[in-house]
């Protein structure tokens, strides 16, 4: 049996232009604007606000921190 091919790109609500938090292979620096139940925080990307985990990291509302696939991996920077 043949396999079935797989498609090399795919639709996906989140991407805006060049940057998408979602299947991005770089990891974006953004703002935490507001923190959320279940881990989850709201963050300002230059497409707007966007929802990513935050559950690896411990941010604030203010902190700078470096996002890939939608999962913050870092806190860059403290709020001052």
């Known amino acids: 049996m ?3 091919p797989v498609p090399t790109t ?9 940057v998408c938090l979602t ?6 620096a953004v703002r ?3 923190l959320r139940a279940g881990g989850l925080a709201v963050v300002d990307t230059d497409a707007g ?8 990291v411990e941010a604030e ?3 700078v921190v470096l996002v ?13």
Not at 23 to 28: E, G, R
Request: hydrophobic content about 35%.
């Open 2 to 4: 043949k396999p079935t």
């Open 10 to 18: 795919r639709a996906v609500p989140e991407c805006h232009d060049d």
């Open 23 to 28: 299947c991005s292979d770089v990891a974006v």
């Open 32 to 34: 935490v604007r507001e």
């Open 49 to 56: 606000p966007e929802e990513v985990s935050v559950a690896l």
């Open 61 to 63: 509302p203010g902190d």
């Open 68 to 80: 890939h696939a939608k999962e913050a991996i870092a806190v860059v920077e403290k709020r001052s």
